[in-house]
DNA sequence: AAACAGGACTCAGAAACCTCATT
DNA sequence: AAATGAGGTTTCTGAGTCCTGTT
């Protein structure tokens, strides 16, 4: 192997040094755990200080290891078609690329004429009442160089959030036990925090604590100091464990609590009225169209809600004033008036722009825009060429591979980590992973990932553990190709150490640079969008139209899910998750115990039949002990005796609101007799190991009839409970909305005849209507 | 000419809100 | 039949990607 020897890059990019520590380049040093521990402790799931021990990792991700192996063997098939399909369409690319080309689409057409092609079309289909006329852009997509995305365009610009209302005299901030009177400006300050306490990810994250109080002190410093508010003395601020924002948070909380109460009439009466401020502001005219726009309102101020190990986290983010926004308007629209005594910062009529507005945040200068909503035009359009994108790399796919797979033996050592970065762009459905700045959380993709999250288990196996977006939590095993494996070992050669870039020699524009030969526009995240719709389309090939819609729906969500998996899409586990499962195995228990009963009524009525079946046919089920059923016996005599008390109290109240007379005490005994008989049923069959024939008529039939009922209950109840558990903390949100091609729902829809509104909920089908009006049944990804 | 800053866009999960079933 | 609560939907805004222009 003649590669570059890693020692030979002297020059990295980022000052680290690299020369320290040689202990820990010992080679074996690889295999060693290296925990994110410290660093996961903030990120969205909590992980318990102590329990980084490497057992409960790997277990913890042991079922979903099993899911994602037949996934990358699914992977593999559908990695052929792909091959396959690839040469076909090189094959017969003449014929295909002219139907690929949008139909009607007649090299230029005069505005004028497709206008009119527009509206014939338009005509003939029922038109919605209220949208008069549509345009249906993706039977005429524009080839043009895009750079221009409008040439007039009117808006009224931004809502800005209400003015600070100071707390009512006696809702303080405390301070050492004494309330605290401070400044409207720091007293607001107060309030961010104040009523936010319920928000235990931040309120109890030591750096969103120090970066607020640091603020906070800054505020109140600024603005005349803290005093007292009994005896009107200064108080120094300056310990944060003796700040006490309680009552403000008991003060929201009660406002919060008044909103809920108002009567519905209320409500809606402030949301109408709340419409009707905000109408002028819901839509832009582009150019002479009607375009919903998306976040119109100015973000308010409120303390800076970084994810993970966000180094500003915590931090007051600054209310924003008309004198730091940018409009961005047509030269002959007339120009939003800026708030009474106020000025815009700069009025741009930039048509190279798809924002209406923007200004930059305090904390990170990030550039905040107001831009339309998703389901406009424009939005519709990017999304189209984006998947579109995606769909040309079909054709190019199994060159990429192969090259990629040649270039892993590559003399050059740039070559190779090149391809071994695509290898895993491409199996894996990683980020590009550009590099981060000192003051953000650190979290990596692929080009960024270190020497730490990457170990290597021979023969061919290597465990990624990184955080990526979001400070969401990579983790998995992977079978790799013995060269990657070799390869990322040599990557991770001595002298590099923690912290060290595995690709330290790629950027994730020169791997972009390099992508864009295969394809113009080919990028890192086309992969991804690739990937997914690729595996979208191939799961949903495999299906067999069988069952009802809701099981179709089923089906559809389940490869929704596989997706996810692959775009490492997660959400946290519900606070009721645990709870719910609970709910459910006593649920199927209880289930379980219903059918030992029946057989145990067999036993009576078929003396011979404990042969004939066997024992352990009418053995008590190993799930449940006689404890359990002790106590599940118990509820359910619990249960029923409850159950008639109600409607014996709810009887009686209507009785005594038609003026008869309540019911006696007698009658409830009465009634609670059946709950008297069943318990000492129980006790009786508990005493006597035998189960008395219930029902009209029992028989063995009947019996094992009821048994089977109450198998196929159990059965749809465990694969319940089953996939709620696997899909504890899978998002399939974000795969539906950004990365599956829509079409392929569409398609779906209609050739299994499942609405498209179990698919799509009516904001995705507006984002999606081009989607939804463009294609038929045999369209393909 | 690589490297870097600026800028504009897509993608991301949490929180807020709404709805509908259950009791 | 009002309350509850769970699940779905929408909003919010932070976090990426990637392009461009400048040095």
Not at 71 to 97: C, G, N, T, Y
């Amino acid at each position: 192997m003649d590669v570059d020897s890693p020692q030979a890059n002297g020059m990295k990019r980022k000052g680290r040094k690299s020369n320290e520590n040689k202990a820990s380049y010992r080679e074996d040093s690889e295999s060693e755990d290296m925990p994110l521990s410290k660093r996961r402790r903030t990120s969205s799931k909590p992980v318990k200080p102590e329990s980084d021990s490497e057992s409960d990792v790997p277990l913890a991700k042991k079922p979903s290891a099993k899911d994602v192996n037949s996934l990358s063997k699914q992977k593999e098939k559908f990695e052929k078609r792909a091959e396959k399909e690839a040469k076909a369409i090189r094959k017969d690319a003449p014929k295909k690329v002219k139907q690929e080309t949008p139909k009607g689409n007649t090299k230029k057409q005069t505005p004028s004429a497709s206008a009119k092609a527009k509206k014939a079309v338009v005509k003939d289909e029922e038109v919605d009442e209220d949208e008069d006329e549509e345009y249906r852009w993706w039977e005429n997509v524009q080839q043009g160089d895009g750079t221009k995305k409008w040439a007039t365009l009117e808006h009224n610009g931004v809502v800005f959030p209400p003015d600070y209302e100071p707390l009512p005299k006696d809702v303080k901030f405390y301070y050492d036990g004494n309330p605290i009177d401070l400044h409207p400006e720091a007293e607001e300050v107060a309030t961010f925090y104040g009523s936010m306490l319920h928000s235990t990810v931040n309120v109890e994250n030591p750096t969103f604590n120090k970066n607020f109080f640091e603020d906070f002190q800054g505020y109140i410093k600024k603005t005349g100091g803290a005093k007292n508010a009994k005896t009107g003395d200064k108080v120094d601020i300056k310990s944060f464990e003796k700040c006490n924002f309680k009552h403000i948070f008991e003060w929201f909380d009660a406002e919060r609590e008044k909103k809920k109460a108002l009567p519905a009439a209320d409500k809606k009466a402030a949301k109408a009225e709340k419409d009707k401020t905000e109408a002028p502001y819901q839509y832009c005219m582009w150019d002479g169209r009607k375009q919903k726009v998306g976040n119109f309102r100015v973000e308010p101020p409120a303390l800076f809600r970084g994810r993970g190990e966000h180094p500003k986290t915590g931090r007051v983010k600054k209310r924003v004033f008309p004198e730091q926004i940018t409009i961005n308007i047509g030269k002959d629209a007339t120009v939003p008036a800026p708030p009474e005594g106020h000025k815009w910062k700069e009025v741009k009529h930039d048509q190279e722009g798809t924002w209406l507005a923007m200004w930059q945040e305090n904390i990170n200068g990030a550039y905040k825009y107001v831009m339309l909503a998703a389901n406009s035009d424009v939005k519709g359009q990017s999304d189209y060429k984006k998947f579109e994108k995606a769909r040309e790399l079909k054709k190019h796919i199994d060159h990429i591979r192969k090259d990629y797979q040649k270039n892993l033996r590559a003399e050059k050592m740039v070559d190779r980590q090149m391809a071994s970065a695509i290898y895993l762009i491409d199996r894996l459905a990683l980020r590009a992973g550009n590099e981060k700045g000192e003051d953000e959380a650190e979290t990596v993709g692929c080009c960024s990932l270190k020497y730490e999250n990457i170990t290597l288990e021979p023969p061919n196996h290597v465990i990624f553990d990184f955080l990526g977006k979001d400070s969401i939590r990579f983790y998995d095993k992977v079978e790799v190709d013995p060269q990657v494996f070799k390869n990322l070992k040599i990557f991770k050669k001595a002298p590099k150490g923690r912290g060290d870039d595995v690709f330290d020699r790629l950027t994730t524009s020169g791997l972009n640079k390099h992508l864009q030969q295969y394809m113009t526009g080919l990028t890192a995240k086309v992969f991804r969008t690739y990937n997914a719709s690729w595996t979208m389309a191939n799961l949903l090939k495999d299906i067999k139209a069988t069952g009802n819609v809701a099981e179709k729906v089923k089906i559809f969500n389940d490869a929704n899910r596989r997706v996810a998996i692959l775009c490492n899409h997660k959400r946290t586990v519900a606070a009721s998750h645990e709870n719910t499962m609970e709910k459910m195995t006593e649920r199927i228990n209880g289930l379980v115990y219903q059918q030992w009963r029946c057989k145990q009524m067999m036993l009576e009525l078929d003396s011979k039949i404990k042969k004939k079946k066997g024992a352990e046919y009418f053995a008590l089920p190993s799930q449940l002990d006689e404890e359990w059923v002790r106590k599940h016996q118990a509820d359910l005599v619990a249960e029923q005796r409850e159950k008639i008390q109600k409607k014996f109290d709810k009887d009686n109240e209507k009785r005594i609101a038609e003026g008869e007379k309540k019911m006696s005490g007698k009658e409830l005994d009465e009634r609670l007799e059946a709950v008297d008989e069943l318990q000492k049923k129980f006790k009786k069959e508990n005493k006597t190991k035998k189960v008395e024939p219930e029902g009209r008529g029992p028989s063995v039939e009947k019996l094992e009839q009821n048994i089977d009922k109450i198998t196929q209950r159990i059965e749809t109840m465990k694969v319940q409970s089953e996939d709620k558990e696997a899909n504890k903390e899978v998002a399939l949100g974000t795969s539906k909305i950004n990365y599956i091609d829509p079409r392929l729902s569409v398609v779906f829809s209609k050739k299994f005849d499942v609405p498209i509104e179990r698919l799509f909920s009516k904001t995705l089908r507006e984002k999606f209507d081009w989607a939804i009006k463009s294609v038929d049944d045999d369209w393909e990804f």
